[in-house]
């Protein structure tokens, strides 16, 4: 049984920056390919950052590359979502996922992953 928990959300100024962490459990973390989601009300989740491979390979959604930035420390068991230069329409649940497979072909689909975090809010305000 994986167990993710993010931490880190909460209200930011339109602007500012804010960083969500993601504790995994698992002896095979190293291997997992992980990935950042957000929801906001009445919306579907919606991808927003992906990496594997040693954080090797990254991939961000359009919406938010070149302000955020994943990372996985391996050594401790988590994975980062630095968010900079936020604004109001990043405000959202967001979740931190894993696969059991080292790499996910279409790691853009929340379909991809099995196991979930329970959520962290995230409000932006202008």
């Known amino acids: 049984q994986v167990q993710l928990v993010e931490s880190g959300g909460g209200s930011v100024q339109a602007g500012g920056s804010l960083r969500l962490s993601c504790a995994a459990s698992g002896r095979a973390f190293s291997n997992y390919f992980m990935g950042w989601f957000r929801q906001a009300p009445e919306k579907e989740r919606e991808f927003v950052a992906a990496?594997?491979?040693?954080?090797?390979?990254?991939e961000y959604a359009d919406a938010v590359k070149g302000r955020f930035t994943i990372s996985k420390d391996n050594a401790k068991n988590t994975v980062t979502l630095q968010m900079n230069s936020v604004n109001p329409e990043d405000t959202a649940v967001y979740y931190c996922?894993?696969?059991?497979?080292?790499?996910?072909?279409?790691?853009?689909?929340?379909?991809?992953?099995?196991?979930w975090g329970q959520g962290t809010q995230v409000i932006v305000s202008s």
């Open positions: 996922a894993a696969s059991q497979y080292s790499y996910v072909r279409d790691r853009r689909a929340a379909t991809a992953y099995d196991y």
């Open positions: 990496c594997g491979w040693g954080a090797i390979v990254t």
